[in-house]
């Protein structure tokens, strides 16, 4: 008995039929948050096969630069070599396990393992180790570098995979590149860089957090303490489902862009167009400092973020004015970081605007996060009652239009879940 | 040092002690009307991430001036936030007491928080490094600004529906 509930896995007949689990008319099945084996499978099939997020190029600002990061279960460190190119490398070393690095980021010249001393270049290989000679005179240090990742960038976006054959990250990416381009534009003509992050850890499953980030359904239930602490034009532009204006599009392979302020969608459109009043303080402090009108405008007008939010399948997301990355830990476990991102050689008030902004909604102590936690930790434990009900991601598919790149939904369809949930399916049974 | 002194410098910390607790008793009980009216207006409630020391140029925890201050208790008392309707319990201890200066009325306090949260009959425990800045005013004090720093602020948290 003890050995047939061991072998449960994909192999038994529940795992075997992913219609059961998410079945084409867009409801999920409860084991999908909290069946162990099944999230094994999915470490497997899912974030060893595809794209992850890494890093930012911002986070490894010169050579040896280095920051700890995990692809799926898996830790590894991001580094640029000498030469600036940026590598991952599992952070195992090829002795006996231990980790190389504990250090969260920095700078280094190489890598040291604590345990017996094995050194490590900033590309992985194995430079040397204490007397060698016990290996033989065959020992290859060519075949004991770190475990190294393929690794590509778009826009600054550092993704790895252990997956060989994967296509490359542009054609992954598809018409999300367009999105992303988009969304740097808050870098007001300056380049995006990571000013810091909020992180915390949910115990729910990790598709709990992918289903959220187009989801503007709950926006103005879990989230009206916060807009209730705005000031009337910026609770004017947050109430986007009221407005009706925006929309959810399937982009493909997983990824979805929810609309939500379309006079915000292109930071360089309508720069003539009045300031709003809450920015009309750091507009005069920006002119005093000496930046002509123009691009104090352009600043101005790329300091609250795009009007936006762009899902990538499987762990990152860009979200308004900030990053949103997820790594499953368990699979009732989730850690979550929110990246600030500001203006790299930008004045230093429109930055401390972004950081205000930031704190204001995200992280352990922001207005917002610690309500979507608490409806994420909540979704947990209602699926512990009712088995057999599944959880519902059919919203808005009774007048989904076909768009420019895929199936198109009002502003709070779950547009963006199917989206999510097809890919999963498509990567489950590959 | 005198013995003068020292009497004087034991009264401080006694004074300074037993007003921390009083802010400390406070924030347990979510009194937080009575707690708004323990600041100088223009001071700062700070969480900083790691050991970053200029608040305003990086990213914190919660950085809170006057305003900022009175919305986080509105939306903790407003009961719209899901998070905070109901709250966390919480039990919260601060020892190790260290007047580190005194400048005209100005007192700095250092000090250990230990703080116990339960939701959901999960109980989580956090602890802190705490900095107050008091101005001492003819009844007692008045706090200028106040730095917590949790132990791994720069590491994964969680979310908190109560002020430390």
């Not at chain 1, 231990?98 to 050194?119: D, I, L, M, N, R």
């Not at chain 1, 590309?123 to 060698?132: C, E, F, K």
């Not at chain 1, 103005?220 to 209730?228: A, D, E, G, L, T």
């Not at chain 1, 352990?364 to 979507?372: I, L, T």
């Amino acid at each position: 008995m003890l050995k047939k509930e061991k072998d449960m896995s994909l192999a038994m007949p529940r795992f075997r039929d992913l219609d059961a689990l998410y079945s084409p008319d867009a409801k999920v099945a409860t084991p999908m948050y909290e069946d162990a084996d099944l999230f094994k499978e999915e470490m497997e099939r899912i974030f060893r096969r595809t794209w992850v997020w890494v890093a930012h190029d911002s986070e490894l600002p010169d050579k040896g630069s280095f920051k700890l990061s995990n692809v799926g279960l898996e830790p590894v460190i991001v580094v640029r070599d000498r030469k600036g190119v940026v590598h991952v490398l599992v952070n195992r070393c090829r002795h006996r396990a231990a980790t190389v690095c504990e250090v969260k980021k920095g700078k280094t010249s190489s890598f040291q393992c604590p345990y017996h001393g094995w050194g490590y270049g900033l590309d992985g290989s194995l430079r040397a180790l204490p007397y060698p000679e016990q290996y033989g005179d065959d020992f290859s240090k060519d075949s004991h570098g770190l475990l190294r990742l393929r690794t590509e960038s778009y826009a600054g976006m550092i993704f790895a995979t252990f997956n060989e054959e994967i296509e490359p990250l542009a054609d992954f990416l598809g018409p999300v590149r367009k999105w992303i381009d988009l969304f740097m534009k808050q870098g007001g003509g300056f380049p995006i860089k990571v000013l810091g992050e909020h992180q915390f850890t949910v115990p729910m499953n990790w598709k709990i957090q992918l289903e959220n980030t187009t989801d503007a359904y709950h926006f103005p239930v879990v989230h009206k303490s916060f807009m209730q602490s705005l000031d009337g034009d910026t609770e004017e532009i947050f109430n986007f489902l009221e407005t009706g204006k925006g929309y959810v599009e399937d982009l493909g392979n997983g990824h979805s862009v929810m609309v939500m302020i379309p006079e915000l969608v292109d930071l360089d459109q309508n720069l003539d167009e009045p300031i709003p009043e809450r920015f009309l303080e750091l507009a005069q402090e920006l002119r005093e400092e000496g930046y002509p009108e123009d691009q104090v405008r352009k600043i101005v007008r790329a300091v609250g973020g795009a009007g936006f939010n762009l899902n990538l399948f499987p762990n990152v997301s860009f979200s308004l004015a900030f990053f949103r990355v997820l790594t499953p830990v368990n699979v009732e476990r989730t850690d979550i970081r929110h990246i600030a991102i500001g203006m790299d050689g930008g004045p230093a008030a429109a930055n401390r605007m972004r950081l205000r902004l930031h704190e204001h909604f995200q992280g352990p102590m922001g207005f917002g996060s610690p309500d979507d936690a608490e409806v994420w930790e909540r979704v947990q434990r209602g699926t512990k009652g009712g088995e057999a009900l599944s959880v519902l991601v059919n919203r808005g598919m009774v007048d989904e239009q076909q768009g420019p790149d895929g199936p198109l939904g009002h502003i709070s369809a779950e547009t963006g879940m199917r989206a999510a949930y097809a890919m999963w399916k498509r990567m489950m049974s590959a | 040092m005198t013995a003068t002194k020292t009497n004087d410098d034991l009264a401080l910390l006694h004074k300074a002690s037993a007003f921390l607790w009083s802010e400390a008793d406070m924030l347990d009980a979510k009194d937080y009307d009575a707690w708004l009216g323990l600041w100088m207006p223009g001071g700062r409630y700070t969480m900083p991430i790691g050991d970053s020391e200029d608040f305003d140029n990086a990213l914190n925890l919660c950085h809170d001036d006057d305003k900022m201050r009175r919305d986080r208790i509105a939306r903790f008392q407003q009961g719209f936030s899901i998070s905070s309707a109901p709250p966390a319990e919480t039990v919260r201890t601060l020892s190790r007491f260290v007047i580190k200066a005194v400048d005209g009325d100005e007192v700095t306090v250092h000090s250990a928080e230990h703080l116990i949260e339960d939701k959901f009959g999960r109980q989580r425990v956090w602890a802190a490094n705490v900095r107050h800045m008091l101005v001492a005013t003819g009844d007692g004090f008045r706090i200028r600004n106040k730095v917590v720093r949790l132990l791994n602020s720069d590491g994964m948290l969680n979310s908190f529906s109560y002020l430390f």
